[in-house]
């Protein structure tokens, strides 16, 4: 299967497939209480079972072109994904996602990773708008909104239950335009 190298450092986004349900599983095991803080992932995939039935669903998503998922390797190592939970064709918008063990956290892979995925919403599927749902306590990911160029739109107060504790979810989001424009600046001060 094809990989897309993230940097010098190893790192490649990959399509995350049924097949990868062990690995996924070991994912979240080697990081399940830390995935677990923000979003319920590591309750879905609680077993070898759940992590097969988790990725199917991402499977039927993407065969209807309705999400999809691909996961952040780091030297051979599955160590998080990104995701579209949400893709919605034809009003151009979607809602993407992330997860990351710890031991892979502070290296710029999900931000790295979801410029690629970013470029290739808007350029190649046409995409307006994509969103980006974060808890308000999760500061590492309303960082990475922050870093792809994102505006904070506003925040649904105590709208998830998330383990017993209702939640409140900050809602981010770039349109295409602006995305583009964010990309020229970087290219014309890359030379």
Request: hydrophobic fraction near 40%; include cysteine; aromatic fraction near 8%.
């Amino acid at each position: 299967m094809y990989a897309t190298s993230l940097g010098d450092d190893g790192a490649e986004l990959r399509p995350l497939e049924v097949w990868h349900a062990g690995e996924l599983l070991e994912n979240i095991d080697r990081g399940r209480e830390f995935i677990g803080r923000h979003i319920g992932l590591a309750d879905a995939v609680s077993d070898l079972d759940g992590a097969r039935a988790w990725l199917k669903s991402y499977a039927d998503k993407r065969a209807a072109d309705a999400g999809g998922l691909h996961g952040i390797w780091l030297d051979g190592k599955l160590v998080g994904g990104l995701l579209f939970r949400v893709w919605d064709t034809p009003s151009g918008v979607c809602e993407a996602g992330c997860w990351l063990e710890p031991g892979a956290a502070g290296r710029g892979l999900v931000t790295r990773g979801m410029r690629i995925l970013l470029d290739w919403a808007f350029e190649e599927r046409g995409m307006h708008r994509v969103e980006w749902q974060v808890s308000s306590a999760n500061e590492p990911s309303i960082n990475v909104a922050r870093r792809l160029g994102m505006t904070r739109e506003g925040v649904l107060r105590e709208n998830y239950p998330h383990r017993g504790v209702r939640t409140s979810t900050e809602i981010w989001a770039v349109l295409a335009p602006e995305w583009r424009a964010a990309r020229a600046r970087t290219e014309r001060n890359d030379h």
